[in-house]
């Protein structure tokens, strides 16, 4: 058992590393695994600038991979569609649509400019034997870029696997340029797929870290949205299956899905009639493969063990190497050139000064070569040898050697009688400014990295532009965006809430909601219970409120009249519902046994109400019937008592009329990082809009919308120029060119329509028309760079548009700037007067209330059993009521 425990611990071991080290995680030298280092070399020994079969490719780098020709092949192909090291010719499949590339027989590949130049160098790189001992192959390859971080890469070892993001070409050069500069570096993921991509929580692609990505996504029309881009790692068959099957799920409601993806992807979604294109959206990022998560984990190999590094950390790692290999070539070069330098200086005094006429009596090979090296010294010397007086001699930079000696001896008769003493110096002064060039560079080696990197991103750099779009998401909540594909009933006697309820004469429908959804039912005895939706729960009998709860609505306010079961007293309150444990029961009253709820609204926007209550004929007291206004009580919590509306029974109550909202219209933000608006105070304040107010967006192609303030919109950011509120007197200023007749015009107006979600040209519609500037400023100014006629200078004028031209409809054409040539337009004012915003109040009402004698209940208006027994009521209780009735109703609105 020992021994079997032995070789397990000992096999596995160096089991776990050989897939560690030689499989699966790549260096941080050359940032390759293994097998695609081996597919490189061997590429390189059969390169000769022309395409070779991927199938010779295989069988060359089978010489040096012990493993199939499957694994080779397959590493080949991803290589090859990472677009960097690798030419390749013919199908290689497409990591868009998932489709495989053709039989290594039939695709062809070779080295591209990029990877001769950077990846190989054989003076600087390391050696090893094969694994058969045949062959050798290099340990690690030269390469002079960051290659791992552009490339990217994948790997799942025995215990540990790396998911390192590929990254811009050009960002990977100026991050190299900055990190020799000292400057701060920050990297984020590019993909060749495009696509949007929240790096919030990158972190350098460490350990725990996390990016979304999301596929790029424009409406077309109202029924139509366009997939452009997909996310790193999908397809588009899978991405068109996950929609499929979120459609199938009730989730999302779509009509069909259609793939014309060719040179670009485009996967057509189309949507029933009536249903939301923005919904539809944000229902495809919280449902579908449109939104992805990927955990980044960077480990590499360093020093033959795994290490867990930051890209940014790993960049300044390969940038040092990077110094080392350039300073290790400028090393070799230098001795290249003093070896040519000190061969051309021999052989130039072997030849002016004829020393060799004088071995033609030498006898032996000895003698030569000591006849030679006489003749030499003569004209040469080491350098540290003491010069004599007047010594003309060269200066040598190392001393003569036996081979040296030699070599002249090879030089033939037909050269030394064509020797031209003028071009031998040429050559040799070229060889001293080369090597002068050289100790300049290794003398300022960052200088010279700096250049190298410049000339990397000069020469590869084009059409490597970033094509991932960097965003901030906002969280798309599955139950903000599920469809509503159920149909909530209750059944008020029984108590049962769901969307499975039998339907007969006590079962009533309350409205649609998704299988996602919470459901809140209060019952009459003034408890609530929060629930998830079922077929069929049972809540609790004599239901009075059932409807689907949302916890972030700080909107919803629920007015309420109950009597108390102890003392017989009536409450009035408006609360919210707030923090709130599922499926626990909650108590809006006292608590007292026979507590029952006399009224009950809920309002969705904080509206008021005034009630009609009429007391039981029981009651003594004189007036037996009058109004209550819901306006006076302040919004509180759901475990607020209230205030005393009556101590006398309650027969009846019904609703008189429906008030205002008293936390009055929403505060709207609009976030251009995410394109939404919101309430949640995130971006630039666009003001307090009531249910009829409207925002309007101007776009660049001169069309101005109006839209609802509806925070499940989408906003086109990049191709938005203006957005706000629109009030009453907004007037833009607009400045814009004829495409056809290239004349300016400038034009104020404001917006007459009121049609929403509906463009509307405001420019000429001719081909080639541009708005130049657009403002809501009510004293806008632009500087015009003109010419008055053809023959005058360029300058400039600032004209103060509201003088220049009156208020005129949004159709007019505007009045023409009436100059040679305009060559400019720049707007000098900002957009317009940004909204004030006014103190929030912290509390939803008043420090103190009048304690009213009045209150109210909502849709129910069938009579109430009738109290037993007598109530008593004093004169100065009556006397109170009075005061109440006669002064006026009030409205409190919070801001």
């Not at 400014?433 to 000069?458: C, P, S, W």
Request: neutral net charge.
């Amino acid at each position: 058992m020992s021994s079997v425990r032995g070789m397990y611990q000992n096999w596995f071991l160096d089991y776990a590393s050989y897939v560690i080290l030689e499989r699966a995680v790549p260096a941080i030298e050359d940032g390759l695994k293994p097998v695609q280092r081996r597919i490189l070399h061997a590429m390189k020994e059969m390169d000769d600038g022309r395409f070779n079969k991927v199938a010779n490719v295989i069988g060359q780098t089978m010489q040096y991979h012990p493993h199939g020709d499957a694994s080779i092949g397959d590493a080949m192909v991803n290589l090859g569609q990472k677009d960097l090291l690798i030419e390749t010719q013919g199908n290689w499949g497409d990591i868009r649509t998932g489709d495989g590339a053709a039989a290594p027989r039939y695709i062809e590949a070779r080295l591209s400019k990029f990877a001769l130049d950077v990846v190989f160098n054989p003076d600087t790189t390391e050696w090893q034997m094969s694994y058969d001992g045949r062959k050798r192959e290099p340990t690690t390859l030269p390469v002079k870029f960051p290659l791992l971080l552009a490339q990217g890469v994948e790997g799942i070892a025995v215990g540990l696997s790396t998911k390192i993001m590929p990254h811009n070409f050009r960002e990977l050069c100026k991050a190299s340029i900055d990190v020799l500069k000292g400057r701060d570096i920050q990297l984020f993921p590019d993909f060749p797929t495009g696509g949007l991509c929240d790096v919030t929580n990158y972190n350098g692609g460490l350990r725990g870290a996390k990016i979304r990505l999301r596929a790029t996504i424009e409406k077309a029309d109202k029924t139509m949205l366009i997939i452009r881009d997909i996310p790193y790692g999908t397809t588009t068959t899978a991405l068109m299956e996950s929609i499929v099957k979120a459609s199938e799920a009730n989730k999302i409601k779509i009509k069909k899905v259609v793939d014309n993806t060719a040179a670009e992807v485009e996967i057509q979604v189309h949507l029933p009639t009536g249903v939301s294109p923005d919904l539809t959206m944000d229902a495809l990022y919280a449902f579908t493969d449109c939104e992805i998560s990927i955990s980044p984990n960077t480990c590499v190999i360093i020093e033959d063990k795994p290490r867990f590094v930051g890209v940014e950390d790993m960049l300044r790692l390969s940038t040092q190497k990077t110094v080392r290999l350039l300073e290790r070539e400028l090393e070799i070069r230098e001795n290249e050139l003093q070896e040519k330098w000190h061969s051309a200086s021999l052989e130039k005094i072997f030849i002016e000064n004829r020393i060799y006429r004088k071995i033609e009596e030498c006898e032996t090979w000895a003698e030569i070569l000591e006849t030679i090296d006489k003749g030499l010294k003569k004209f040469v010397r080491v350098q540290g040898e003491k010069a004599k007086a007047d010594d003309q001699r060269i200066v040598l930079r190392r001393a003569i050697t036996e081979d040296d000696l030699t070599r002249l001896t090879e030089i033939r008769i037909k050269r030394i009688s064509k020797f031209d003493g003028f071009k031998a110096d040429e050559y040799i002064q070229r060889l001293e400014a080369e090597l002068a060039e050289v100790a300049d560079h290794m003398a300022n080696l960052t200088r010279y990295a700096i250049n190298y990197f410049e000339g990397l991103l000069k020469k590869y750099g084009a059409g490597r532009e970033r094509k991932t779009q960097l965003r901030t998401f906002d969280v798309v909540t599955a139950q903000k965006v599920a469809v509503a594909n159920q149909k909530l009933y209750v059944n008020r006697k029984d108590g049962f809430v769901g969307y499975g309820l039998k339907k007969d004469e006590l079962v009533e429908y309350i409205c649609d909601c998704s299988d996602l959804d919470d459901i809140i039912a209060i019952k009459r005895d003034g408890t609530f219970m929060v629930t998830r939706i079922a077929e069929k729960t049972f809540v609790g009998k004599d239901i009075l409120h059932a409807g689907v709860y949302n916890k972030n609505d700080d909107r919803l306010v629920y007015n309420m009249i109950y009597q108390d079961g102890a003392s017989g007293i009536s409450f009035a309150k408006r609360f919210l519902v707030t923090g709130i444990t599922r499926d626990k029961s909650y108590d809006l009253t006292k608590g007292t046994k026979g507590t029952k709820t006399l009224y009950l609204t809920a309002n969705p926007n904080s509206e008021s109400e005034i009630v009609s209550i009429q007391l039981s004929d029981k009651a003594p007291a004189r007036v037996k019937q009058f109004d209550f206004d819901f306006a006076e009580l302040a919004i509180k919590g759901k475990g607020s008592m209230g205030n005393i509306v009556t101590k006398q029974p309650i027969k009846k109550i019904t609703q008189k009329s429906l008030g205002d909202s008293t936390l009055g219209g929403r505060e709207v933000f609009f976030d251009s990082v995410v394109g939404r608006l919101n309430t949640a105070g995130h971006g630039r304040y666009l003001g307090t809009f009531d249910t009829d107010n409207t925002v309007l967006v101007v776009y660049k192609d001169g069309s101005y919308e109006l839209k609802s303030p509806d925070p499940a919109l989408h906003f086109d950011v990049p191709n938005i120029v203006l957005l706000r509120k629109l009030e009453p007197d907004t007037v833009l200023s607009a400045v814009y060119m004829d495409g056809e007749t290239k004349i300016h015009y400038v034009k104020r107006f404001k917006i007459e329509t009121s049609t929403l979600e509906k463009r509307f040209i405001f420019i000429s519609e001719t081909k080639g028309s541009r708005l130049l500037a657009v403002t809501a400023n009510p004293e806008p100014a632009v500087e015009v760079k003109l010419q008055r006629d053809k023959k005058a200078d360029k300058e400039s004028e600032t004209i103060r548009l509201h003088e220049f031209i009156d208020v005129k409809g949004w159709k007019a054409m505007g009045n023409k700037l009436n100059y040679f040539k305009v060559h400019g337009i720049t707007l000098l004012t900002d957009e317009g007067p940004e909204p004030e915003r006014r103190e929030v109040a912290k509390k939803r009402g008043p420090a103190t209330l009048p304690r009213p004698t009045a209150g109210g209940m909502g849709a129910a208006e069938a009579p109430l059993p009738e109290e037993n027994g007598p109530v008593d009521i004093s004169a100065e209780d009556v006397a109170q009521a009075q005061a109440v009735l006669r002064r006026p109703k009030s409205q409190l609105k919070l801001f």
